[in-house]
């Protein structure tokens, strides 16, 4: 599908996909979609811990990823954030005639598989042992509980992995404790329409805001 123009030449929506444990709330995803409105482009910000943050499995975040791009004008542009970048590059993967572009910000594209340091062997045994363990989750600002199904539910997808040839700009700290950005710039090295962008930041990107959106209208062709 040939790619418009200019992001604003043709009706086009943003998605924006915050993280695990995260909400539309968070503060990137209030700065981008007050960044894009002042272009006349309104950002749709799924609500992943919807109907319940117990009961989350990535299958089911992508699914509403897919039901937001069923009704969609056009092709979209996916903004990923953490796990939200996996779930975009999945959903690029899946659906590549509704997705136009991708922009990635600390993409966990190994998140939870076998090895993350985040999921050490003893945690991933106490889940299945328990059925459930507790995680802080910022939107609440407290530890709310999540079942195992999220962790065996992960173990489906390969963002690592995935093919896909869209246009994608990712955003990596090389200070965040979340993400490893030696993985990231692996996953971005064996991709030619991948460009990195190492920044002196951690794993909430707040301070590169201004840049980001900077490299993000370029990217976007926002002011062409």
Known sequence: MPLP??????????????????????????????RFREHGIEVRTPDFNAPD?????????????????????????????SLGGTLAILAATKDPARVERLVLLAPAVMFAKPGHHLLPPERVDEWRRRGALPFFHHAYNEERELNVTFYEDSLRHDAFGAAFAQPTLIFQGVHDASVDYRTVEAFAKTRSNVTLSLLDDDHQLIASLPRMWGDMRGFLELDA
């Open 5 to 34: 123009a200019r992001l604003s030449d043709a009706v086009v929506t943003v998605l924006y996909l915050h993280g695990f444990a995260s909400s539309p709330g968070s503060t990137k995803v209030g700065y981008f979609t007050t």
């Open 53 to 81: 943050f117990r009961t989350l499995t990535i299958s089911r975040m992508l699914d509403r990823v897919e039901a937001e791009l069923a009704t969609t004008s056009g092709t979209a542009t996916l903004i990923g954030s």
